[in-house]
């Protein structure tokens, strides 16, 4: 089903344009464009030309009809055109006129809400669909057809990519320039290109997202079908606000778009240049590889250069071939194929420097003839100019990646190895943390509305403490002196040695005002301490709140040798909301800046990477005579910080530094926290860009016939067992629900009903446990899953499209009538408005459920084989 709103917009039937009068002495630029664009772009449907200050429009206006309608009219006339196109039902409109000022936009964004129209513009220089010959834009000529699409946020930018695509043999299904002031945003695109059949990679030049859910969301839904390439501009972070924690002072915004990027699956560039070089290796349909390079080359020095360009991108060069200046085509060609052949080889990169006396096109011709965009991604660099052009014209006929640089082929090769990691990151859905007790997120809460009552935002170390506490994070034992007798008494009680601190909701760093005393062996020391601290602190910052001092022990994981000091921090980004860091810990944690960032919410794959970025991973293992550290205990503080992240909407910044982890644990050390009012209510998840596994819908029913099964949301290890339910089907079975005989889930598709978006779909499954027998005769209880029921969003985000499967031994027993009133209640919960499903008009079975729960059932326009299930939620 077809049901995107914007299919008018880039597949019209029909369209009418508001050009004004081509007659006219002064004509507007992009009239005039516009007009020729379409006369050049060749399209085959009908075009009604239209002139809104003639009296006669509005008679030929009734007359008319179409999908789409194109305004290029001087700005006083933009908002009358886009009214009359409402009017006559027009679904889509573009507005070419450019130079509209802030009320003129938010005029015709009014007008096209009232109609219902999507409305692409104004200050946009249009669109190009070069399969169906639609060129209604002001770029230029209509660019040649092929899988790329390319939306973009710059007008100039995009022009000069056509141009170079025209030089390079590069074709799109789409051009789309969306313009500062467009009511169609870049998430819907990406929503159509996502299922347009023609496009099958994406590359997108950004300045700025409007809401980072929905940009997360429509960026996850393409990525998992087709390559997505980035590139934004603005890198440098927004502000100079002075930050109240270690974490959110080093952490720019340009940081955060980075891990969102990478959590969704797709590859950012980070140069105009870069951008052309994955748009070459994306049409040349490279599959994802990994990050060992291969070097064919017949010199030493631009093999060096291109390993120095592959190290500092994190790539590896698997092996270099040095063929010799001599080299001739035969050389090459074994050379090519001995390193495709290679197991331990992703990817190839042959290297030519001309020499006189070598035949440089004979060379070309020969590696060319040899190349196939099937196997592993190979890619070519002749450097030099003149003596070189031919070389590469063979090449780019062939459609095989060729660059002037070692560094710009390096950096293509990148761009393919970065989509298959972050392909990886894509598909961790995280779970509910698993194991241990559940976090008291009551008593959280609670203390955190204590803290606001009180008019503060930044809790004390105590409170700080107490809150991660509370979702089990080991710290030390902390107890707050308020004078030098208690300080000795409390000292006495931990322990010694002990370390005292500073206690202010003043003071971000303890260390900057001689806040913190370490290794305090005794009672005369504790004294001397307390008191030095106090005047110190007095000195250096007069005005600071004070509260006591705080002792807690130096025990627990050690510090010295043995123990590492990490930092683990959070913070808020304007745009993305929560974000966790993590890096190397102590007082000079700003100086170093050595941080990793994740979106909540990790889960343990996740978790681990996140470790693993960081420059400190490296001493986090056996290191200088001390042990490795205990992974899974600083994976579980990070697991826990994430659980507390997603469930309290007040936090703002936090800083635990130092946590200190070593062979036997990880304790929190200490620990500052920034809060403020809820943004969102908690449990809705709104402040988070990508929503968690949703919690909460657990629900057991009765079997007919006798026992029990649960329903719940779908899982990532669910697969084994969604696979082993599709295996036990019936082929009618497997027909009725796929359209096909599959006989399994392919991995891809069984990946993509597992790993979800909760954001825009959902899928439950009824489950039941039962009673395997094993080998040596004893028995074990096993869940299995008997149904499914899937709804996924429409792209006109008010209705959702449904999908149902019971396995054939639960037949009849309810099953599929409780998950679809299940499913149903899930999609209210969404906002959705209706709920569709297509049924093939031979399941008798399905459509008689359908009618049973109230479906409207009619006949499918498109596909006499299917019966189309309607329903209003």
């Not at 945003?185 to 700025?208: H, N, W």
Request: net charge negative.
């Amino acid at each position: 089903m077809d049901r995107h709103f914007l299919t008018p917009l880039f597949n019209p039937r029909s369209i009418i344009a508001f050009a004004g009068d081509p007659d006219a002495e002064a004509p507007s630029r992009e009239a005039g464009a516009l007009r020729a664009a379409i006369a050049e772009g060749g399209y085959a449907g009908p075009v009604t030309w239209l002139d809104i200050s003639t009296h006669g429009t509005l008679g030929e206006l009734a007359q008319s009809r179409a999908d789409l309608a194109l305004i290029a009219l001087p700005a006083a006339q933009c908002a009358a055109a886009l009214e009359a196109a409402g009017r006559i039902r027009c679904r889509a409109a573009l507005v070419l006129t450019s130079g509209l000022d802030a009320a003129k936009c938010t005029e015709l964004h009014q007008i096209a809400r009232l109609h219902g129209v999507a409305l692409l513009g104004p200050n946009s220089l249009g669109i190009q669909r070069p399969a169906i010959k639609l060129n209604a834009s002001t770029m230029g000529q209509l660019a040649a057809a092929g899988p790329l699409a390319l939306v973009s946020q710059s007008g100039a930018l995009t022009t000069a990519m056509l141009d170079w695509a025209q030089h390079q043999g590069v074709g799109f299904s789409t051009v789309i320039s969306l313009g500062p002031n467009t009511a169609v945003e870049l998430p819907q695109v990406l929503d159509f290109l996502t299922a347009d059949a023609g496009t099958q990679s994406i590359l997108v030049y950004m300045e700025g997202i409007r809401n980072a859910r929905r940009f997360m969301s429509a960026l996850r839904a393409a990525a998992y079908s087709k390559p997505v390439v980035v590139m934004k501009s603005g890198r440098q972070a927004a502000g100079s606000k002075v930050a109240l924690t270690h974490s959110a002072s080093i952490v720019g915004a340009d940081d955060v778009f980075d891990a969102a990027l990478r959590r969704a699956g797709v590859v950012r560039v980070r140069q105009f240049t870069q951008l052309f070089s994955a748009a070459q290796c994306l049409a040349s349909r490279f599959r994802p590889v990994g990050v060992n390079l291969g070097i064919v080359t017949n010199g030493g020095g631009p093999a060096v250069l291109a390993a120095d360009w592959g190290d500092g991108l994190g790539l590896k060069i698997a092996k270099v071939d040095d063929l010799g200046e001599n080299a001739d085509a035969a050389a090459y060609v074994a050379g090519m194929q001995a390193a495709v052949a290679d197991p331990g080889i992703d990817g190839v990169l042959v290297i030519h420097a001309p020499k006189v006396g070598v035949d440089t096109e004979a060379i070309a011709s020969a590696v060319a003839g040899e190349f196939s965009p099937t196997a592993k991604p190979v890619l070519a660099c002749w450097m030099g100019e003149a003596r070189v052009r031919k070389s590469r014209e063979i090449m780019v006929a062939r459609h095989m990646p060729v660059f002037r640089t070692p560094e710009g082929a390096v950096d293509a090769f990148n761009s393919i190895a970065s989509f298959y990691r972050n392909q990886q990151l894509l598909q961790q859905t995280p779970p509910p943390l698993g194991g241990g007790a559940a976090p008291d997120t009551e008593g959280a809460r609670l203390l955190i509305e204590g803290v606001l009552a009180e008019r503060r935002k930044v809790l004390t170390e105590m409170e700080s403490k107490s809150l991660l506490a509370a979702f089990h994070i080991p710290v030390t034992r902390t107890m707050l002196a308020r004078s030098a007798n208690e300080a000795m008494l409390i000292a006495s009680q931990l322990g010694y040695p002990v370390a005292l601190k500073i206690d202010s909701p003043d003071i971000s760093h303890k260390s900057d005002v001689q806040g913190v005393a370490l290794d305090v062996h005794n009672a005369t020391q504790v004294r001397d301490r307390y008191n030095e601290m106090l005047q110190a602190v007095a000195k250096a910052q007069p005005e600071a709140r004070i509260n006591g001092i705080t002792v807690q022990p130096m025990a627990g994981p050690r510090q010295g040798p043995r123990g590492r000091e990490v930092f683990v921090g959070m913070t808020t980004d304007e745009a993305f909301g929560p974000v966790i860091t993590f890096g190397a810990g102590g007082t000079m944690v700003e100086l170093i800046a050595d941080r990793s960032m994740e979106l909540p919410p990790l889960n343990q794959f996740l978790a681990r990477h996140l470790i693993n970025r960081a420059r400190v991973a490296e001493m986090l293992e056996a290191w200088r005579g001390a042990q490795a550290i205990d992974h899974g205990a600083l994976e579980a503080v990070l697991l826990r910080v994430s659980e507390m992240v997603c469930a309290l909407p007040q936090l703002r910044e936090m800083d635990i530094n130092p946590i200190i982890v070593d062979d036997s644990g990880a304790i929190a050390v200490d620990a500052r926290v920034v809060i403020d009012d809820a943004g969102s209510t908690p449990g809705s998840y709104n402040h988070l860009a990508i929503l968690p596994y949703p919690t909460g819908l657990d629900r057991e029913w009765p079997l007919k016939g006798g026992g029990a099964y649960t329903i719940r949301a779908i899982h990532p290890d669910d697969a084994e067992m969604l696979q082993g339910l599709v295996r036990k089907l019936s082929p009618e079975s497997r027909y009725f629900r796929f359209a096909s005989s599959l006989p399994e889930l392919p991995m891809r598709m069984l990946a993509r009903f597992t790993l979800i978006d909760y954001d825009r779909e959902m899928a439950l499954v009824a489950v039941v446990k039962e009673n395997v027998a094993a080998e040596d005769g004893s028995t074990s209880e096993l869940e299995r899953i008997v149904g499914v029921s899937r709804i996924v969003t429409n792209p006109d985000g008010t209705s959702c499209e449904f999908a149902l499967l019971v396995a054939d031994d639960f037949a009849g027993r309810g099953l599929g009538s409780r998950l679809m009133l299940s499913i149903m209640d899930a999609a209210r919960r969404m906002g959705l408005a209706e709920i569709m499903g297509l049924i093939l008009t031979n399941n008798a079975p399905m459509l008689k459920l359908m009618t049973s729960l109230g479906f409207q059932v009619a006949p499918y326009a498109e596909d006499p084989d299917f019966r189309i299930a309607t329903k209003a939620l």
